[in-house]
């Protein structure tokens, strides 16, 4: 039986099996030589059988349960960061085997960390170096483009195109942009300058940043809240998140529609919220606007590179906040940016 493989269970087989040999003789001794009192003899041997058991199953169990205790903290403190937690496996057992199976999967689970790791890192060093080989072609293109614009001024034709390739260099620069920013905040290259900041500023500098293109494409930018707002963040930072979730609302909202930036202060949080009326997110991409480059089948969109939400979600968490989106097909879309207000104890 494999369960007798265990020395300690082995062990106290042969214990039970022994007493209850022993009581046996015993008792059969008692029998065959008619002792006195025989019945009263065998109970008290009967009693102490039942003891001298129970003694042991009770230190056996005693034993397991300092043993499973010792494991369960060793796989606590590998749940909890300890790479290095192992479970003490050196005796032989059931148990024992299971817990080596255990060792070797966190053995497992650490090297695929590590290499996942090294991948990450590796992905992160290409696109740093990438984009960093893109600013200086993508500055000369854009000078040869406005030397060429200069000349275009009587050519109908060469003006549109030349309005058309500025537009095209600005979306690159505007992805290299957000793929260096994303890179710094993953590396932690970034530090977040936090000071006190009036929201109602910070918004109004958004309004007047989109203000030109709102206009121009039939659409209102409505804000709604205090002056007196307080908020501790990166006021470069922030502002760039919320630049590119309003952005994201123009993109996705017709002429005529209305994108409004509320914000509002709770007894532990500040809130902005971004709504629009726009076409809204299907159901099968609300769970996923938030990852890099993803594009949905579903999505009209042909300008955006998807890397706009995913820096404005990395951009918010770094400021310990929170974002939620809320959509509706045909009616629009919510995101709502969460801030817990610290407070000195």
Known sequence: MKILTDRKIKSLFCVILVCVLVFALIST??????????????????????????????RY????????????????????????????????????????KVNSL???????????????????????????????????????????????????????FTE?????????????????????????TITID??????????????????????REGKQIILTGEDNIILLCDRDWLTQAIDNIVKNALDHTAEGGIISIEWKRFASVIQIIIKDNGSGIHPEDLHHIFKRFYRSRFSKDTQGVGLGLPLAKAIVEAHNGTIEVDSELGRGTTFTINFLITTKL
């Open 29 to 58: 001794l008692l029998m065959i030589f008619e002792v006195k009192n025989a019945a009263v003899y065998i109970f008290v041997c009967a009693i102490s059988l039942f003891f001298t058991i129970l003694i042991d199953l009770y």
């Open 106 to 160: 966190v053995s497992i689970l650490n090297a695929h960390a590590e290499n996942e790791l090294k991948s990450k890192e590796f992905l992160k060093n290409t696109i740093f170096d990438i984009s960093h080989q893109l600013k200086t072609p993508l500055a000369a293109l854009n000078i040869y483009n406005g030397i060429m614009q200069d000349e275009a001024e009587a050519l109908p034709e060469m003006k549109e």
């Open 194 to 215: 936090k000071d006190l900041e009036n929201v109602s500023e910070m918004i109004k500098s958004v309004k007047k940043h989109f203000s030109f293109r709102a206009e």
């Open 164 to 188: 058309l390739t500025e537009h095209e260099l600005d979306r690159i620069e505007t992805l290299v942009q957000n793929l260096l920013k994303i890179t710094k905040l993953d590396a932690g």
């Open 61 to 100: 169990f005693t034993r397991q349960n300092k043993t499973i205790e010792k494991a369960e903290a060793q796989i606590t403190a590998y749940i909890a960061g300890n790479q290095a937690a192992r479970i003490d496996c050196d005796d032989e057992g059931e148990l024992y085997k299971l817990f080596h």
